[in-house]
């Protein structure tokens, strides 16, 4: 497939577990955050996105949580299951540019 | 609906060749952005089109162009490539034209080796 890193940081869940996976984004003045998962050979995914005048958003078995007073967005998966294995991006973006600003990826692979 | 195409899927150059990458966003999608992904850099920002404009553009050299046809449809180019040009070069579309205001839908990519 796709090579997105090779020396991502992995989470290795239990499948029926919950996961989180965890990211720290870079510009205070952000205010706009998306989750993206990436499956080996296929571009990039939305999967859920924040806007800065929140802290949390449900949607289906996914929730992100934005904590902007240390610029940490997380994305928590329930039930984890085997076709959530993927790489998982963070990405901001400010209000005033058009373009999305990618974290590095986390890894998460699922254990049946 | 059809998704965001680009081709070709794969393909191999030499150093100083050039190259051109075709991307069709979804039907009634203006917007365009390019990405480049690399192993060591992650996904990077190369530009961004809505009707035929360059509204947005990354910190990459001048040998990385890119155009909009009045279709919507883009093309990148690199010219006089280099070894660490090889990556998956991605294409995004969206409605709005902005991140902010809606979802980017991702092509599959183009993934370049140069040799």
């Known amino acids: 497939g796709e090579s997105v890193g090779l020396h991502l940081p992995t989470l290795s869940v239990q499948e029926g577990d919950n996961s989180i996976i965890n990211c720290a984004y870079s510009n205070s003045a952000s205010d706009y955050f998306i989750w993206y998962k990436q499956e080996s050979g296929k571009g990039p995914q939305f999967i859920i996105d924040i806007r800065s005048n929140m802290d949390k958003r449900q949607g289906q078995r996914v929730t992100v949580l934005l904590n902007k007073t240390v610029k940490h967005l997380s994305l928590q998966i329930a039930a984890t299951q085997p076709g959530d294995s993927a790489v998982y991006f963070c990405?901001?973006?400010?209000?005033?540019?058009?373009?999305?600003?990618f974290g590095k990826g986390t890894k998460l692979s699922v254990k049946p | 609906k059809a998704g965001v195409t680009q081709t070709p899927r794969y393909l191999i150059k030499t150093r100083g060749q050039q190259v051109t990458l075709s991307c069709s966003p979804i039907s009634g999608h203006r917007s365009v952005s390019w990405y480049q992904q690399t192993p060591g850099q992650g996904l990077q920002f190369l530009f961004e089109y809505f009707s035929e404009t360059q509204r947005n553009k990354g910190n990459f050299p001048g040998r990385f162009s890119g155009r909009q046809f009045s279709n919507s449809r883009s093309e990148m180019n690199v010219s006089t490539l280099e070894l660490g040009d090889s990556a998956l070069y991605l294409c995004a579309s969206s409605l709005a034209g902005h991140p902010n205001t809606g979802e980017l839908f991702f092509g599959e990519g183009s993934r370049l080796t140069v040799l």
């Open positions: 990405a901001e973006s400010l209000g005033s540019q058009g373009n999305l600003i």
